[in-house]
Structures are given as structure tokens and as C-alpha cells.
């Protein structure tokens, strides 16, 4: 059975600093990664998607990296701002028709002004 | 921008009451999801459904749940008859290709709250 798990579960730091989310997955076998912001009373918002064939997605100030073989993937926030506070949610998907997302419990982050 | 919408935002029901959560997905795409969050616990894979049948369910998606696209707009989940348990945030999500190959767009979900 798939299992995801994020590190660190919480992570506070001042504005401006570059920051790096971790994730892993047990099962290598995954057809694709996706990262995902949830805020308080609002929904999950996807962010980046790499394909297992992929390496990395770029969007604006986010980069997301995947090495399946290890079964990690990071997402390196630059220059990160107050408006980036959420929760960070990492989730795979093994395709081949089974294309239920195995999610991890998060990273809260919180950046101070 | 287009979004999935759900409805209701809150929903309290007494154990064992049948409840109907509300979505209505992006109108131009053709997968549909549902998923649920305990309060403090990730968010789980519930259902898939595509061209108006399930095409995956997960093991909590037992006998107790059903979905349906009534009209060709809406899209709904069905909890028969609810246990305490049932308490979560349910999120309904679509896009146009598939989990597979593109990313999903979720409401803002339904707070389920069984007493």
C-alpha cells in the first residue's frame, strides 16, 4: 500500500527566505506527483504536476523536483512572502486506471513578516 | 476563472440519517471525484467516476456511499445512513482528462458533522 509522508510537519520562517517542502512515497511505481495548497476553509488548489517521465516543474517562485526511483520529491519555494502561509499537501497517483490521489498529512508553513 | 462549487458548506445530521452532498464540476470536464478529510488526518481517495459509472472507488467507498450525475451538471455523493465516523470534510474534485495526466480542481468542500 502507498504511504506519503511529509517533512517537516510545520515550518515557520521570516519573509523573503527560500524554503524546501520534502516528500516521499514507499510505492516508486507512481505515474505522477502533484503538489497541492490547502488554506483554512478553502479547498486543495494544485500547484505543480510532474509526470513520472519528468524531473521538475517550475511555476513563478515554486520548483518542484521528483526522483522516483528514491521516491522523494521536493518543492523549493524562493523568496518566499506572507501570502504563501498554508498547508502544503504532496500526492501520487499510480495510474494504469487507478487515478485516486494517495495524499501526505502536509507541511503547515507559516512565513512571518 | 472557472470552479467546482459545492453545496452545502455545512451539514449537521443526527446517526443514521441519509445525507446528499452537492457539486457542481467545472461543465466543460468529464472526470469526477470525491474525497474526505478527518479533522487532523490526510485527505483520502474516495471515488472516481467517468462517462456515468465508477471507474474507482477505494475501500472506505463501501455500501453506504453512492454516487450519481443526475442531470449532466451536478454531481453527487450519498451517504445512506450515517455514522459518527462519517464526520469530515468532503471535497468534491474534476478535471477534464484525468488524474492521470492533469491536475485536479477541488471545491471548497462540505463539513459533515454527525451527532
Known amino acids: 500500500k502507498q504511504e506519503v509522508t511529509q517533512i517537516p510537519a510545520a515550518l515557520s520562517v521570516p519573509e523573503g527566505e527560500n524554503l524546501v517542502l520534502n516528500c516521499s512515497f514507499t510505492?516508486?511505481?507512481?505515474?505522477?506527483l502533484q503538489w497541492f495548497r490547502q488554506d483554512p476553509g478553502k479547498g486543495l488548489t494544485s500547484l505543480l504536476l510532474?509526470?513520472?517521465?519528468?524531473r521538475e516543474q517550475t511555476s513563478g517562485r515554486l520548483n518542484a523536483s521528483l526522483d522516483k526511483s528514491s521516491g522523494r520529491s521536493t518543492l523549493y519555494i524562493a523568496a518566499s512572502q506572507p501570502g504563501d502561509s498554508a498547508t502544503y499537501l504532496c500526492?501520487?497517483?499510480?495510474?494504469?486506471?487507478?487515478?485516486?490521489?494517495?495524499f501526505g498529512k502536509g507541511t503547515h508553513l507559516i512565513i512571518q513578516p | 476563472e472557472p470552479e467546482v462549487t459545492q453545496t452545502p458548506s455545512h451539514q449537521v445530521t443526527q446517526m443514521g440519517q441519509e445525507v446528499i452532498l452537492r457539486c457542481v464540476p467545472i461543465?466543460?470536464?468529464?472526470?469526477f471525484y470525491w474525497y474526505r478529510q478527518i479533522l487532523g488526518q490526510k485527505v483520502e481517495f474516495l471515488v472516481s467516476?467517468?462517462?456515468?459509472?465508477?471507474?474507482?472507488k477505494s475501500e472506505i467507498f463501501d455500501d453506504q456511499f453512492s454516487v450519481e450525475r443526475p442531470d449532466g451538471s451536478n454531481f453527487t455523493l450519498k451517504i445512506r445512513s450515517t455514522k459518527l465516523e462519517d464526520s469530515a470534510m468532503y471535497f468534491c474534485?474534476?478535471?477534464?482528462?484525468?488524474?492521470?495526466?492533469?491536475?485536479?480542481?477541488f471545491g471548497s468542500g462540505t463539513q459533515l458533522s454527525v451527532l
Open positions: 474534485a474534476s478535471s477534464w482528462r484525468g488524474a492521470e495526466v492533469e491536475k485536479l480542481f
Open positions: 510505492d516508486s511505481a507512481i505515474y505522477n
Open positions: 510532474i509526470q513520472s517521465s519528468q
Open positions: 500526492a501520487v497517483t499510480l495510474g494504469g486506471g487507478a487515478d485516486g490521489l494517495t
Open positions: 461543465s466543460n470536464h468529464l472526470y
Open positions: 467516476f467517468y462517462n456515468n459509472e465508477i471507474s474507482e
